[in-house]
């Protein structure tokens, strides 16, 4: 409590906040991803998909199951459609329910740009690390 000393009156210190970015994240194997939630264009689910291919028209459509484990994922739960940074819109089919998170700036960072160029994702732009108990989470962000 901090007193006032012109009013003679006790105010809660007003607490700091640190800049946060919400991301929906989603798992494929062992890799946690995240797309910003001002990015995300929809969350189409299976169900939805199987009635309505139109639903994904114009969209590019990237398997990451299929790049990281070589194995394609035959029946998604959803597609993740968000915007890339070249305004193009992208759909990654995921088989986790997607979560929102709030992540503080000051745990993310650029990837290098040869990462980028030369991962075999080659869509990650920055990596975010939270100090989850002892282990840390390391999440790939997508879209920026």
């Known amino acids: ?11 809660e210190p007003i607490a700091q906040s640190t800049p946060e970015i919400e991301l929906i994240i989603f798992d494929i194997g062992e890799v946690k991803f995240g797309i910003p ?3 995300i264009d929809r969350i189409i689910s299976n169900t939805h998909l199987d009635q309505d291919y139109t639903l994904i028209e114009n969209v590019t459509v990237i398997d990451l199951h299929d790049r990281l484990t070589g194995i394609p994922i035959v029946n998604p739960t959803a597609i993740a459609i968000f915007t890339n940074s070249q305004q193009q819109l992208i759909g990654i089919p995921i088989n986790t329910v997607p979560t929102i998170l709030a992540i503080s700036f000051d745990l993310i960072r650029t990837l290098p740009h040869e990462f980028r160029i030369t991962s075999p994702l080659g869509i990650a732009s920055h990596l975010a690390i939270l100090p ?5 989470t390391t999440i790939l962000i997508l879209g920026n």
């Open 1 to 11: 409590m901090l007193i006032d000393t012109i009013t003679a009156k006790w105010s």
């Open 37 to 39: 939630i001002t990015k």
């Open 132 to 136: 989850v108990s002892m282990t840390p």
